[in-house]
């Protein structure tokens, strides 16, 4: 069963940094597209950011180019979202989620990433003034 754990969410204050982690189990985890969705309360889900670790390709929204960076570390099985420059907008639930397969390109866009079928628990951000 294949299993995302989340940690590293928490308050911050605006223009501070927060690195989130997401830590796979039961999956081959060079095989996936995994990334980062963020829900604001009533919203639907927004992707983020993803990285397909089949080829180390990254993908970024609009909202988080320049200011957030997705990383992975295949040795601990985890991919991390360095985030800086935070903004109050950024406050919000995030979730991790993935997608298993060896694809490549479109397959892995952050629009994607609220279709796919894992889910971490979520862990949220909050940015303060």
């Known amino acids: 069963q294949v299993q995302l754990v989340e940690s590293g969410g928490g308050s911050v204050e605006s223009g501070g940094s927060l690195r989130l982690a997401c830590t796979v189990s039961?999956?081959?985890?060079?095989?996936?597209?995994i990334g980062w969705n963020r829900q604001y309360p009533g919203k639907d889900r927004e992707g983020v950011a993803s990285i397909n670790t089949n080829d180390h390709t990254t993908f970024y929204a609009d909202a988080s180019k320049g200011r957030f960076t997705i990383t992975e570390d295949a040795a601990k099985n985890t991919v991390y979202l360095e985030m800086s420059s935070l903004e109050e907008i950024d406050t919000a639930m995030y979730y991790c989620a993935a997608d298993l397969g060896e694809y490549t390109g479109n397959w892995c866009r952050p629009a994607r990433l609220r279709r796919f079928g894992v889910w971490g628990q979520g862990t949220q951000v909050t940015v303060s003034s």
């Open positions: 039961g999956a081959r985890f060079s095989n996936m597209c």
